[in-house]
């Protein structure tokens, strides 16, 4: 029988049981035939979903399905099956496995890849010189792809839900916007009394000391 893989098989022996529960007459043809055909189908139902590397976990959960069933009304089946993988399908499974690792690990460096491009274009510091160091000859271009990255958000982080990655956006929006000593001090201020209000004093003190000049040649604290 196949497994997840459809080239890839379980070698599977069922011992079946049934019985009539029904009064009257039983004329439903060759009871036996019934039940192989519903516990062959069972079985396949159940291991089409697993691997054959998996094979206690495949036979837990065959015979846990064939434990009892009514392929008719009156008729009672149940069974067990003893699962066994072959040298060459296993091999041909531990193959499967690593391609999908490997294609795995590509895929994932892939994203990432793209994650810190874009995070490079999202930021036009940070866009201006990549392109310096990947055209240095066509620095009147930048304005062009400017214009075509115009609205392009940084990449959200995948561990920020919906809220924290709002307001992690919203706050690199607003810090890039501040670009006067007077705005940002104007900034911190609304930040201190938010904090304040908010009873999270620790915070507002942190953001105080760290925002707050040191004197020359003094360790930061």
């Known amino acids: 029988m196949a497994s997840h893989i459809s080239s890839v098989f379980f070698a599977v022996r069922v011992t079946g ?44 959960a065959t015979n846990s399905l064939l434990h009892r069933g009514y392929p008719t009304p009156g008729l009672e089946v149940s069974g067990t099956a003893e699962l066994s993988v072959t040298a060459a399908d296993r091999a041909l499974a531990e193959e499967h496995a690593r391609r ?62 919906d809220l924290r990655g709002g307001i992690r956006r919203f706050t690199d929006g607003l810090v890039t916007t501040l670009h006067t000593p007077q705005q940002r001090e104007v900034f911190v201020q609304a930040l201190v009394h938010t904090l304040t209000a908010l009873g999270h004093q620790s915070l507002a003190t942190a953001a105080v000391l760290r925002h707050r000049p040191h004197d020359p040649g003094s360790t930061p604290a």
């Open 100 to 161: 999908q690792q490997a294609a795995g690990l590509e895929h994932a460096e892939e994203l990432h890849r793209l994650a810190q491009l874009q995070r490079v274009f999202a930021a036009p510091d940070l866009r201006r010189v990549w392109w310096m160091a990947q055209f240095p000859d066509r620095f009147n271009d930048l304005d062009k792809l400017a214009q075509a990255l115009k609205g392009l958000p940084a990449p959200q982080d995948l561990q920020d839900d």
């Open 17 to 60: 049981r049934w019985r009539w529960t029904s009064p009257g007459d039983t004329g439903r043809g060759d009871l036996a035939v019934l039940t192989r055909a519903h516990l062959r189908r069972q079985a396949a139902g159940i291991l089409c979903r697993h691997s054959v590397l998996a094979l206690a976990a495949a036979h837990d």
